[in-house]
């Protein structure tokens, strides 16, 4: 089994992570705004697309930006790839998308308990579906 991740490096990618989320709802954003203001829709379908693509963009892209990235792209979103980290399972194999894609919304529902990593336990989503985060292998 790999070593479990520093949590200075977990946090740090998780920083990027944060970062990268928000860039990628701001663009867009912006261009579903320009879309809508350029668009000849009635007032009523410009509302309907506001409001439901609101929704799509606050919940859905995140899930499916972890969701998806810790299934593919070397079991890494953007922020473990740059620091060298990655999500397996306990066994040390690679999740699938149903494991990744429950593991995003259980992730920001139990991220209250992320600090336990500093006292080198994972957190409450990590046990609960047998995945951890570690050093990517050299």
């Given at each position: 089994m790999s070593p479990m991740a520093n949590p200075g490096r977990r946090l740090l990618a998780g920083l990027i992570d944060l970062l990268a989320v928000v860039l990628i709802v701001v663009v867009v954003t912006?261009?579903?705004s320009?879309?809508?203001a350029v668009g000849t829709?009635?007032?009523e379908e410009k509302q309907a697309v506001a409001f439901w693509g609101a929704r799509i963009m606050l919940i859905g892209l995140?899930?499916?930006y972890f969701a998806r990235l810790e299934r593919a792209l070397g079991f890494q979103t953007f922020g473990k790839s740059a620091l060298g980290l990655e999500v397996r399972r306990?066994?040390?194999e690679a999740l699938g998308f149903p494991l990744a894609a429950l593991r995003a919304p259980l992730k920001l529902l139990l991220i209250w308990?992320?600090?336990?990593v500093f006292f080198g336990q994972a957190p409450l989503y990590d046990r609960l579906l047998s995945t951890?985060?570690?050093a990517r292998a050299a």
């Open positions: 912006l261009v579903l320009v879309a809508i829709a009635s007032d995140p899930w499916l306990l066994s040390g308990s992320w600090p336990l951890h985060v570690v």
